[in-house]
Protein backbone atom coordinates (compact mmCIF):
# COMPACT_ATOMS: atom_id res chain seq x y z
CA UNK A 1 0.00 0.00 0.00
CA UNK A 2 2.96 2.27 0.94
CA UNK A 3 4.62 1.26 -2.54
CA UNK A 4 1.27 2.55 -4.05
CA UNK A 5 0.94 5.70 -2.61
CA UNK A 6 4.65 6.49 -3.57
CA UNK A 7 4.33 5.47 -6.95
CA UNK A 8 1.47 7.93 -7.30
CA UNK A 9 2.78 10.68 -5.23
CA UNK A 10 5.69 10.52 -7.53
CA UNK A 11 4.33 10.03 -10.75
CA UNK A 12 1.75 13.00 -9.75
CA UNK A 13 4.27 15.32 -8.77
CA UNK A 14 6.73 15.17 -12.31
CA UNK A 15 3.20 14.60 -14.29
CA UNK A 16 2.06 18.25 -12.94
CA UNK A 17 4.84 20.11 -12.39
CA UNK A 18 6.49 18.94 -15.95
CA UNK A 19 2.69 19.81 -17.41
CA UNK A 20 2.59 23.52 -15.79
CA UNK A 21 5.65 24.34 -17.88
CA UNK A 22 4.65 22.43 -20.60
CA UNK A 23 1.55 24.32 -20.85
CA UNK A 24 3.14 27.71 -20.05
CA UNK A 25 5.71 27.52 -22.49
CA UNK A 26 4.34 24.80 -25.27
CA UNK A 27 0.59 24.47 -25.26
CA UNK A 28 -0.38 27.81 -23.98
CA UNK A 29 0.88 30.08 -26.61
CA UNK A 30 -0.47 27.77 -29.65
CA UNK A 31 -3.95 27.21 -28.25
CA UNK A 32 -4.18 31.33 -27.48
CA UNK A 33 -2.96 32.06 -31.25
CA UNK A 34 -6.21 29.84 -32.71
CA UNK A 35 -8.95 29.77 -30.00
CA UNK A 36 -7.76 32.30 -27.40
CA UNK A 37 -11.52 33.64 -27.19
CA UNK A 38 -12.77 30.41 -25.85
CA UNK A 39 -9.99 29.65 -23.19
CA UNK A 40 -11.51 30.32 -19.84
CA UNK A 41 -10.67 33.32 -17.13
CA UNK A 42 -9.49 32.38 -14.80
CA UNK A 43 -8.74 28.76 -15.27
CA UNK A 44 -11.23 26.33 -13.89
CA UNK A 45 -8.96 24.73 -11.35
CA UNK A 46 -11.60 22.22 -9.83
CA UNK A 47 -11.70 20.28 -12.88
CA UNK A 48 -8.36 20.96 -13.90
CA UNK A 49 -7.71 19.26 -10.21
CA UNK A 50 -10.44 16.13 -10.83
CA UNK A 51 -8.22 15.41 -14.33
CA UNK A 52 -5.25 15.39 -12.93
CA UNK A 53 -6.24 13.27 -10.32
CA UNK A 54 -7.83 10.67 -12.34
CA UNK A 55 -5.31 10.92 -15.08
CA UNK A 56 -2.76 9.74 -12.86
CA UNK A 57 -4.55 6.48 -11.17
CA UNK A 58 -5.81 5.50 -14.31
CA UNK A 59 -2.01 5.83 -15.53
CA UNK A 60 -1.16 4.09 -12.34
CA UNK A 61 -3.88 0.94 -12.78
CA UNK A 62 -2.91 0.52 -16.39
CA UNK A 63 0.88 1.20 -16.82
CA UNK A 64 2.81 2.05 -14.08
CA UNK A 65 1.74 -0.82 -11.12
CA UNK A 66 2.63 -3.87 -13.35
CA UNK A 67 5.97 -2.19 -14.96
CA UNK A 68 6.93 -1.68 -11.01
CA UNK A 69 5.88 -5.29 -9.88
CA UNK A 70 8.48 -6.52 -12.83
CA UNK A 71 11.11 -3.80 -11.90
CA UNK A 72 10.92 -2.86 -15.89
CA UNK A 73 11.03 1.40 -16.04
CA UNK A 74 11.06 0.81 -19.83
CA UNK A 75 7.83 -0.80 -19.77
CA UNK A 76 6.05 2.14 -17.81
CA UNK A 77 7.70 4.34 -20.28
CA UNK A 78 6.67 2.42 -23.79
CA UNK A 79 3.16 1.78 -21.84
CA UNK A 80 3.01 5.26 -21.20
CA UNK A 81 3.64 6.47 -24.02
CA UNK A 82 0.87 4.82 -25.91
CA UNK A 83 -1.77 5.75 -22.98
CA UNK A 84 -0.88 9.17 -23.43
CA UNK A 85 -0.92 9.29 -27.19
CA UNK A 86 -4.48 7.36 -27.47
CA UNK A 87 -5.98 10.06 -25.10
CA UNK A 88 -4.35 12.57 -25.91
CA UNK A 89 -4.56 12.08 -29.72
CA UNK A 90 -8.26 11.29 -28.60
CA UNK A 91 -9.56 14.62 -27.12
CA UNK A 92 -6.70 16.35 -30.31
CA UNK A 93 -8.84 14.52 -33.02
CA UNK A 94 -12.12 14.78 -31.37
CA UNK A 95 -11.74 18.60 -31.36
CA UNK A 96 -10.41 19.00 -34.45
CA UNK A 97 -13.50 16.74 -36.44
CA UNK A 98 -16.04 19.18 -34.77
CA UNK A 99 -14.20 22.55 -34.07
CA UNK A 100 -14.05 25.17 -36.23
CA UNK A 101 -11.71 27.08 -35.01
CA UNK A 102 -9.27 23.72 -34.05
CA UNK A 103 -6.10 23.49 -35.64
CA UNK A 104 -3.31 20.74 -37.10
CA UNK A 105 -0.40 22.82 -34.57
CA UNK A 106 -2.96 22.15 -31.53
CA UNK A 107 -3.52 19.00 -32.36
CA UNK A 108 0.42 18.11 -33.50
CA UNK A 109 1.50 20.06 -30.02
CA UNK A 110 -0.76 18.89 -27.60
CA UNK A 111 -0.54 15.27 -28.68
CA UNK A 112 2.99 15.20 -28.49
CA UNK A 113 3.31 16.99 -25.56
CA UNK A 114 0.66 14.58 -23.71
CA UNK A 115 2.57 11.43 -25.15
CA UNK A 116 6.12 12.13 -23.63
CA UNK A 117 4.56 13.83 -20.97
CA UNK A 118 2.27 10.27 -19.50
CA UNK A 119 5.16 8.11 -21.06
CA UNK A 120 7.99 9.87 -19.21
CA UNK A 121 6.00 9.84 -15.90
CA UNK A 122 5.05 7.22 -15.65
CA UNK A 123 8.71 6.35 -16.15
CA UNK A 124 10.03 8.29 -13.36
CA UNK A 125 8.02 6.76 -10.66
CA UNK A 126 8.85 3.42 -11.15
CA UNK A 127 12.98 4.73 -11.87
CA UNK A 128 12.43 6.26 -8.48
CA UNK A 129 11.18 2.80 -6.74
CA UNK A 130 13.23 0.91 -8.32
CA UNK A 131 16.55 2.68 -9.00
CA UNK A 132 16.67 1.65 -12.28
CA UNK A 133 16.84 3.44 -15.08
CA UNK A 134 15.82 1.26 -17.83
Not at 28 to 54: K, M, N, S
Not at 80 to 107: H, I, K, P, R
Not at 109 to 122: E, I, N, R, Y
Request: hydrophobic content about 55%; proline content about 3%.
Amino acid sequence: MLQALLLYLITAGVFLGLDIIGIRFLIRPVFDRHVGHLLAEPLRLGPAAVFYLVYVAGLLWMVSWSALRTGEPVQALLGGLVLGFLCYGTYEMTNYATLADWSWQQVVADTLWGTVLTGFSAWAGVVALTGRLA
